[in-house]
């Protein structure tokens, strides 16, 4: 190859790789929230775009829910890989559901670019403050001999078959060596109603939905679920000082199409990490019990991978299954 057509090819490459760069600061970035408005992930993701727009320009936020979340996730997998599509991956789109769904639009480990992880939410083992009182439970400990000295007695709510509460309700009879009937609602909500009511007697609820009514005495807290304790609820032990290991919590991130150059990857994470590290952020943030984790890409990647090897074997032993 003589010294021309040499030159003209590192040109080329150089014009391409910096192409979605330039184009970005030209027109907005679409950011994808495959849930309904003014959820959790919808607000953390405004947030986001609020504190990244003197750094990336515009970033609009779109919400395509439906299908568990397959939906807007899959318009990011399909998206143009030049850095003006990102979205949201989340436990359920890149853990649960490539386990959960008979068949799926996208390939949670091969169609995206981890950018950084945003949160993570912890889950709470929580129960029916008067049933706990009556049955004597004030620990996790005293939830499992309880258990194992009434066999199938206790029950549990969920938010219907293959969603995060039932999911660690299963986890936690398995590690715990108990039975305990799962009785699967349409949402989360129906489910905190029927622990509120005394229907069932315990949950493993999100920490964000059941932190009012266990300020209020309603819900009893026996434990988190997160590996440490988590500063939302000072004296509550994790599930896992009882079951080591235990851990299952809420998390999400940021994500681009697979293909996407790694210096446009490199520039969101750099804008993105440093909104998650903001002082402002951790505030807006805690208010909705979520804690700020930025990462790279690499750690953001592992996680996620991680994470569906754990759910692969939670989703198969629990038997649900969206067809």
């Given at each position: 190859?003589?010294?021309k057509?040499?030159?003209?090819?590192?040109?080329?490459l150089?014009?391409?790789?910096?192409?979605p760069?330039a184009?970005?600061?030209?027109k907005?970035?679409?950011?994808?929230?495959?849930?309904?408005?003014?959820?959790p992930?919808?607000?953390?993701?405004?947030?986001?775009a609020?504190?990244?727009?003197?750094?990336?320009?515009?970033v609009?936020?779109?919400?395509?829910?439906g299908?568990?979340?397959?939906?807007?996730?899959?318009a990011?997998?399909?998206?143009?890989?030049?850095?003006?599509?990102i979205?949201?991956?989340?436990?359920?789109?890149?853990?649960?559901?490539?386990?959960?769904?008979?068949?799926?639009?996208?390939?949670?480990?091969?169609?995206?670019?981890?950018?950084?992880q945003?949160?993570r939410?912890?889950?709470?083992?929580?129960?029916n403050?008067?049933?706990?009182?009556?049955?004597?439970?004030?620990?996790?400990?005293?939830?499992i001999?309880?258990?194992?000295?009434?066999?199938?007695?206790?029950?549990?709510?969920?938010?219907?078959?293959?969603?995060?509460?039932?999911?660690?309700?299963?986890?936690?009879?398995?590690?715990?060596?108990?039975?305990?009937?799962?009785?699967p609602?349409?949402?989360?909500?129906?489910?905190?109603?029927?622990?509120?009511?005394g229907?069932?007697?315990?949950?493993?609820?999100?920490?964000?939905?059941?932190?009012?009514?266990?300020?209020?005495?309603?819900?009893?807290?026996?434990?988190?679920?997160?590996?440490?304790?988590?500063?939302?609820?000072?004296?509550?032990?994790?599930?896992?000082?009882?079951?080591?290991g235990?851990?299952?919590?809420?998390?999400?991130?940021l994500?681009?199409?697979?293909?996407?150059?790694?210096?446009?990857?490199?520039?969101?994470?750099?804008?993105?990490?440093a909104?998650?590290?903001?002082?402002?952020t951790?505030?807006r943030?805690?208010?909705?019990?979520?804690?700020?984790?930025?990462?790279?890409?690499?750690?953001?990647?592992?996680?996620?991978?991680?994470?569906?090897?754990?759910?692969?074997?939670?989703?198969?032993?629990?038997?649900?299954?969206?067809d």
């Amino acid at each position: 190859m003589n010294f021309k057509k040499l030159l003209l090819k590192t040109l080329t490459l150089t014009v391409c790789l910096a192409a979605p760069l330039a184009h970005s600061q030209g027109k907005p970035i679409r950011l994808i929230v495959p849930y309904a408005a003014g959820g959790p992930l919808d607000i953390t993701a405004r947030a986001m775009a609020e504190r990244v727009k003197d750094t990336l320009g515009t970033v609009i936020v779109e919400n395509r829910p439906g299908a568990g979340g397959n939906i807007g996730a899959d318009a990011v997998a399909k998206a143009a890989p030049d850095g003006l599509t990102i979205g949201i991956a989340a436990t359920a789109t890149h853990a649960v559901n490539p386990w959960l769904y008979s068949r799926m639009p996208y390939n949670a480990a091969t169609d995206f670019a981890p950018i950084t992880q945003m949160v993570r939410v912890p889950n709470v083992l929580v129960m029916n403050a008067e049933t706990a009182q009556r049955l004597k439970i004030n620990s996790v400990q005293d939830l499992i001999a309880y258990a194992k000295a009434n066999p199938a007695k206790l029950n549990y709510a969920s938010g219907g078959n293959g969603s995060a509460g039932h999911l660690a309700g299963e986890m936690f009879k398995r590690d715990a060596g108990i039975f305990a009937v799962h009785i699967p609602y349409n949402g989360g909500a129906p489910a905190q109603l029927a622990l509120l009511s005394g229907q069932v007697d315990f949950n493993f609820d999100n920490l964000a939905t059941a932190a009012p009514n266990i300020r209020s005495g309603k819900l009893k807290a026996l434990a988190v679920t997160t590996l440490a304790p988590s500063s939302a609820l000072p004296g509550v032990p994790p599930v896992a000082d009882t079951l080591k290991g235990f851990a299952i919590d809420t998390w999400w991130g940021l994500v681009a199409p697979a293909a996407t150059p790694k210096e446009v990857l490199s520039r969101l994470n750099h804008a993105f990490v440093a909104a998650l590290e903001a002082p402002a952020t951790k505030t807006r943030f805690a208010a909705l019990l979520a804690e700020p984790v930025p990462s790279t890409p690499e750690e953001f990647g592992a996680l996620m991978n991680s994470e569906r090897a754990k759910y692969e074997k939670l989703v198969k032993a629990s038997g649900a299954r969206v067809d």
